[in-house]
């Protein structure tokens, strides 16, 4: 497995930017597709946003998409999520993950690591 660390929530007011990262270390990064999910208080957590090991595919949540960019540097052996013109429903914790299958999936149970998360709030 890969250890995941997340970082780069906190507090943002409505309509302004946040990036996210996720470092990766124990096994070879590029290995595996990647994907953000979020979870708000009182609610199953969902997919965000994914990519593929090389980085040629993304795929995002309807609700995300056009404000989130998610991308990667495998010689860093991190994944960014860009948020922009974040909204007080973007609130939640952010988790990044890690996918050794060979297809991108948006299935979270699919996922075999887990970061810790890292909170994201936004104000009104």
């Known amino acids: 497995q890969v250890q995941l660390v997340e970082s780069g929530g906190g507090l943002v007011q409505a309509g302004g930017s946040l990036r996210l990262s996720c470092a990766a270390s124990?096994?070879?990064?590029?290995?595996?597709?990647m994907g953000w999910f979020r979870q708000a208080p009182g609610k199953e957590r969902e997919f965000v946003a994914a990519?593929?090991?090389?980085?040629?595919?993304?795929y995002y949540a309807d609700s995300v998409k056009g404000r989130f960019t998610i991308s990667r540097d495998n010689a860093k052996n991190t994944v960014y999520l860009q948020m922009s013109s974040l909204k007080p429903e973007d609130t939640a914790i952010y988790y990044c993950?890690?996918?050794?299958?060979?297809?991108?999936?948006?299935?979270?149970?699919?996922?075999?690591?887990w970061g810790q998360g890292t909170q994201v709030t936004v104000s009104s």
């Open positions: 124990g096994r070879t990064f590029s290995l595996y597709n």
């Open positions: 990519i593929s090991r090389r980085g040629a595919r993304t």
């Open positions: 993950a890690a996918d050794s299958a060979l297809k991108v999936t948006t299935t979270q149970y699919d996922y075999d690591s």
